[in-house]
């Protein structure tokens, strides 16, 4: 397996425009997180999903952000409208419960909003 | 207060020395520790995994926990350059799926 694929890798934009990241899990896991990482805050846990529903959405910073699982394979993550404060890394983890294993996570987005 | 406190560091050793890190939590609930290691713009991967109290040795490395005192600990004996890296903590209660992360101590093993 490829391990946790995100994209795009890096993604400037201007303040007020829409992002979307995406992220495909390894196959197979059942959980899928979004987490934000700054020099700030470190490693934040935004939402997960389990089978594609959404569990735990306590983390999204604000209405702006939202995130959708429409199968098992796929997952994005959007803000709308984007602002400077939204410059973060955005990472990507899947797990499985069933093997008791913990999140492999992707290579992360580097989002940086001007 | 943070659940999972951490000194973010940086801290620097020189080759084959012995790190310590540590980490503290405060919810009672939390029976599974990780550790994860993350190389410079690379996602986290994880090192270590740990149920509840006691260690667990993996080559180099050992993971400690320390339930009474909420103390998470990670050695790393003989340490090498590729060490290089920021480790981070991460607890999870039993049946949960939330992972509680530490700031994250960034460490380099200098030749």
């Known amino acids: 397996d490829a391990g946790v694929i995100q994209s795009p890798r890096h993604e400037v934009t201007e303040m007020g425009q829409e992002v979307t990241l995406r992220c495909k899990p390894i196959?197979?896991?059942?959980?899928l997180f979004w987490y934000r990482q700054t020099m700030m805050r470190g490693l934040e846990l935004l939402i997960y999903?389990?089978?594609?529903?959404?569990?735990?959405d306590s983390g999204m910073p604000e209405d702006r952000f939202s995130a959708k699982m429409p199968n098992a394979s796929f997952s994005t993550l959007k803000i709308q409208p984007s602002e400077p404060r939204d410059s973060a890394v955005y990472f990507c983890?899947?797990?499985?419960?069933?093997?008791?294993?913990?999140?492999?996570f992707g290579q992360g987005t580097r989002l940086t909003v001007v | 207060q943070k659940e999972v406190e951490q000194d973010p560091g940086p801290l620097s050793v020189p080759e084959g020395a012995i790190v310590s890190l540590n980490c503290t939590y405060s919810?009672?609930?939390?029976?599974?520790f990780m550790w994860y290691r993350q190389y410079s713009r690379k996602g986290p991967e994880l090192l270590m995994y740990?149920?509840?109290?006691g260690n667990k040795e993996d080559g180099r490395f050992t993971a400690q926990v320390d339930k009474s005192s909420k103390y998470i600990s990670l050695f790393i004996r003989d340490s090498q350059p590729s060490d290089s890296a920021t480790y981070l903590c991460?607890?999870?209660?039993?049946?949960?799926?939330?992972?509680?992360f530490g700031q994250g101590t960034r460490l380099t093993i200098n030749p």
């Open positions: 983890a899947s797990s499985l419960v069933v093997m008791n294993t913990e999140a492999f």
């Open positions: 196959s197979g896991h059942d959980y």
């Open positions: 999903f389990n089978n594609n529903v959404p569990i735990d």
């Open positions: 919810n009672s609930a939390f029976q599974y």
């Open positions: 740990t149920y509840s109290s």
């Open positions: 991460a607890s999870r209660g039993q049946g949960a799926q939330k992972l509680v």
